[in-house]
């Protein structure tokens, strides 16, 4: 008796695991990696566009999501070395490839209040005129609240 007891409380438990389980559980899953551009009349930098060293710039990039952004980060680095990133379309004239001395390294990581699905990165930076002249890249990030990320980067170069 024992046995059948036991038994008939595991029956009703699997049933009860079995009833509550579902694949549609309400909740939808985020697919879709937040967008970034540059291409509009006010995104700064363009592809190969020259900053003159001691000036100050407001770089300006469109990020958007289907659901909320969470973060996003400007980066600015040397390209003495020639080398690339996955996503640059515009093919620009490089200075031959030379060794960093002093140059201009910049990154910073924002984060966005209120989960908004647009945002205009709005970023004030002034080139520092001790920094070596030559090909950079501009990188812009932008996070998703589910953590999907989306980058761009395009070559710059500084100039005196």
């Not at 952004?69 to 200075?95: K, M, P, R």
């Not at 910073?108 to 647009?118: C, G, R, S």
Request: hydrophobic residues 35%.
């Amino acid at each position: 008796m024992k046995f059948k007891t036991s038994y008939l409380h595991l029956l009703v438990a699997f049933l009860f695991l079995a009833s509550s389980c579902s694949s549609d559980d309400g909740i939808t899953i985020d697919e879709e990696k937040p967008t970034i551009t540059i291409n509009y009349t006010d995104g700064f930098p363009q592809a190969c566009q020259e900053l003159t060293k001691g000036e100050t710039y407001t770089f300006k990039a469109q990020v958007t999501d289907n659901r909320a952004l969470a973060a996003y980060s400007l980066e600015i680095h040397h390209n003495f070395d020639h080398h690339t990133h996955d996503d640059q379309g515009e093919v620009c004239t490089l200075d031959p490839i030379k060794d960093a001395f002093n140059p201009m390294m910049f990154l910073e990581n924002y984060t966005l209040e209120d989960a908004p699905t647009f945002y205009e990165l709005n970023i004030s930076i002034t080139i520092p005129n001790d920094v070596d002249t030559g090909d950079y890249h501009c990188a812009y990030s932008v996070t998703d609240e589910t953590g999907w990320q989306s980058r761009t980067s395009i070559d710059i170069k500084i100039v005196d």
